[in-house]
C-alpha cells in the first residue's frame, strides 16, 4: 500500500509525525490490518505519547490477540500507568509466544519484555528475534584497524543519551578519567547536541565529538570506519533513538554492548557484553550470544561528582513526616508490579507510622497506586510522591530515606548507585536475569551482601527486621558510610584503570586471533 511505503520511509528520516499521519491514512483504507496499528502506537512512543499508543495497541491486539509486538508494548504501557487488571494474563500471552520461538513474519520488541516475569532463555530468544530484523544477508567482516607506531588505541561510544541521562550520570567520570596518553577517545550523539551543562560537559570529556543525529545509519558507519575506530561501545542496545542496523554493518574490529541495555543483543555481531561475575555467573552464560567482558569488581562505573556536598536535605524539605520509618523506591514506575507493590503494603501495615516514597512520574500512576494501597488497607496517604529534580539534588535526597527497596524482576540500577552514594542501604531481590542482579553487584561491590535476597520471602522478612531493629539498620549505615571511601564501588581510579586494562587486553588478544 503506497501509504505504508510513504510511511516506512518517513520513519526512516525520523519524520515521526509525518509518518504517524500516512500510517492513519493507510489505517482508514485497511482498518484490520493489525500490524499497521501496532506501526501507529510505535509512532506515538517515539514521540514521547505513550498514553496515545495504547489504543492503535488494544486495536491490533482485538484484531490478532497474539500479536507478539502489540502484546509487548501494551504490556509495558499498562506497567507504565501501574494499571494491573489484565497485567497477569498478558505476561502469560507473551511467555507463550516466546516459548513457542521466533515467526520471522513479525517484528519484535524486546526491551519491555525485561520488566515482566520472563526467564533469561525466554530474553534470549526475544533479543535474537529482535535481531534478525537487523541482519544482513550475509555476514559483514570485521574491518581491518592497524595501529601506527606511537599510536593511541582508538576507542568510540555510541549513543543517543549525550544529555541528562541515567548512564551518563554514571560514565561521566570514567570518560574524563581515561588515560589520554593511551587512549583516543570518539563519541558519536545519535540525537542532536544537548544544550546545557551536561551535555557540554560530555564534549569536553572526548577529544573528538561528532552530533551524527541527521546522517543516515551507512553514512554513521563509514565515518566510524573513516576514524579507524578499533573498539566501538554501544550504549544503547534495543532502546528508544538507537541506530542497531549500524552495529550490523559491522563498523569496527571490536564491538560491545555496554550498560544502555542490560540483556543479550542476541547478534552475531557484538563480541562482549560490559559485565562483572555476580552481574552475570558462568553458568548464565549460555543465554548471552556475547562473550562477557568481566570487570573485576562492578560492571557499572560512578560519577561520584554528581552528590553535591553540604549535609542532605531534611525530611521536612523532602515532603516527608520527621518522624517514623521511609521506605523508598525511585525506580520508575513500569519497574513496580502487583507483587512486589503488595508486600510493600504488607510492610506498611506492619511499621506503624512508615511511609513509602515513590518517585512521581504521572497522574495515572499516583491514582492507580494509591488506589492499589487503600484496597490493601493502608492509607493511601502514606505514598508520597516525590517530584523530578536536578541529579544532584536528586541524588541527595536519598539520604533523607531509611531504607531503599529494590523491584523485582527489573531492580534498580542507577538509582541503586544513587542511594549508596548518598549512604541509604539498598535491599534487593536477585534472579537469573542480568536486569534483577545489578543492585546486587554494586551491594557486593561495597562490601554489603547481606542486603541481597533470593526470594520475596527473604526479601520481605528482612525488610520488616530492618525496620524494626534500628541498631541492625544503623549497623549497614555505618558500614556503608565507612565503605564508600574504601571499597570499589566508588573507586573510579580504580575502575578507570581496569576498565583500560579491559581494552588493552581485548585488542592484544584480537590482534593474536586475526
Known amino acids: 500500500m503506497a501509504w505504508v511505503h510513504r510511511a516506512l520511509a518517513q520513519m526512516q528520516r525520523r519524520d515521526y509525525p509525518g509518518s504517524e499521519a500516512s500510517f492513519r491514512q493507510a489505517a482508514k483504507l485497511a482498518p484490520d490490518d493489525a500490524r499497521i496499528h501496532a506501526d501507529i502506537a510505535t509512532l506515538c512512543i517515539l514521540q514521547n505519547r505513550h498514553d496515545d499508543a495504547e489504543a492503535p495497541l488494544v486495536r491490533a491486539l482485538t484484531l490478532e490477540p497474539e500479536h507478539p509486538y502489540a502484546l509487548c508494548l501494551y504490556a509495558h504501557i499498562r506497567q507504565r500507568h501501574c494499571a494491573w487488571d489484565g497485567l497477569a494474563d498478558l505476561h502469560a500471552r507473551i511467555g507463550r509466544v516466546l516459548d513457542q520461538g521466533v515467526d520471522r513474519r513479525y517484528q519484535f520488541s524486546v ?5 515482566m516475569p520472563t526467564t533469561p532463555h525466554q530474553q534470549c530468544v526475544a533479543a535474537q528475534w529482535t535481531a534478525s530484523m537487523f541482519a544482513p544477508p550475509t555476514p559483514v567482516p570485521r574491518p581491518c584497524v592497524t595501529l601506527r607506531a606511537g599510536e593511541r588505541l582508538r576507542v568510540g561510544f555510541v549513543t543517543s543519551d549525550f544529555r541528562p541521562h541515567p548512564r551518563v550520570n554514571l560514565m561521566m567520570e570514567l ?14 550523539g545519535l540525537l542532536p547536541r544537548a544544550d546545557g551543562p551536561v551535555g557540554e560537559r560530555v564534549e569536553r570529556s572526548f577529544e573528538h565529538f561528532a552530533d551524527v543525529s541527521g546522517e543516515a545509519t551507512e553514512r554513521i558507519f563509514q565515518r566510524i570506519r573513516d576514524d579507524r575506530i578499533a573498539i566501538v561501545f ?8 538507537a541506530r542497531e542496523a549500524l552495529f550490523a554493518l559491522r563498523p569496527a574490529p571490536l564491538q560491545i554492548n555496554a550498560i544502555g541495555f542490560q540483556c543479550t543483543l542476541g547478534t552475531t555481531w ?3 557484553i560490559l559485565s562483572d561475575r555476580f552481574s552475570l555467573p558462568e553458568h548464565l552464560q549460555r543465554f548471552y550470544t556475547e562473550q562477557p567482558l568481566y570487570m573485576p569488581h562492578t560492571l557499572y562505573p560512578s560519577d561520584t561528582t554528581r552528590l553535591p556536598p553540604g549535609p542532605p536535605p531534611s525530611r521536612a524539605a523532602c515532603g516527608l513526616p520527621d518522624d517514623g520509618f521511609v521506605f523508598c523506591c525511585f525506580n520508575t514506575s513500569y519497574k513496580i508490579l502487583p507483587e512486589v507493590f503488595a ?25 492507580n497506586l494509591r488506589r492499589e494501597a487503600a484496597t490493601a488497607g493502608v492509607d493511601p496517604q502514606r ?8 541529579v544532584g539534588e536528586h541524588v541527595a ?7 531503599f527497596l529494590d523491584t523485582y524482576p527489573y531492580g534498580a540500577h542507577t538509582t541503586a548507585n544513587d542511594a549508596l552514594l548518598a549512604g541509604l542501604p539498598v535491599l534487593t531481590c536477585v534472579g537469573e536475569t542480568l536486569v534483577s542482579r545489578i543492585a546486587g ?3 557486593t561491590a561495597i562490601g554489603l551482601p547481606e542486603l541481597i535476597t533470593t526470594s520475596f520471602a527473604e526479601y520481605e522478612a528482612l525488610a520488616l527486621r530492618l525496620a524494626t531493629e534500628p541498631g541492625l539498620l544503623d549497623s549497614y549505615r555505618e558500614r556503608l558510610r565507612a565503605n564508600r571511601h574504601t571499597t570499589p564501588l566508588f573507586d573510579m581510579t580504580r575502575y578507570t584503570r581496569d576498565f583500560e586494562d579491559a581494552m588493552l587486553r581485548i585488542w592484544a588478544e584480537h590482534q593474536v586471533q586475526r
Request: proline share 4%.
Open 441 to 443: 553487584s554494586q551491594l
Open 234 to 241: 554501544d550504549l544503547n542496545g534495543y532502546t528508544t533513538h
Open 270 to 272: 557484538h563480541d562482549y
Open 111 to 115: 526491551f519491555p519484555i525485561l520488566s
Open 397 to 403: 535526597r536519598n539520604a533523607a530515606a531509611d531504607l
Open 343 to 367: 508486600l510493600w503494603m504488607r510492610l506498611l501495615a506492619s511499621v506503624p507510622g512508615s511511609v513509602l516514597w515513590l518517585l512521581e512520574t504521572n497522574t495515572a500512576v499516583k491514582h
Open 175 to 188: 570518560w574524563e578519567r581515561i588515560e589520554r596518553s593511551r587512549f583516543e577517545m570518539f563519541a558519536y
Open 383 to 390: 505514598l508520597i510522591f516525590a517530584p523530578r529534580l536536578a
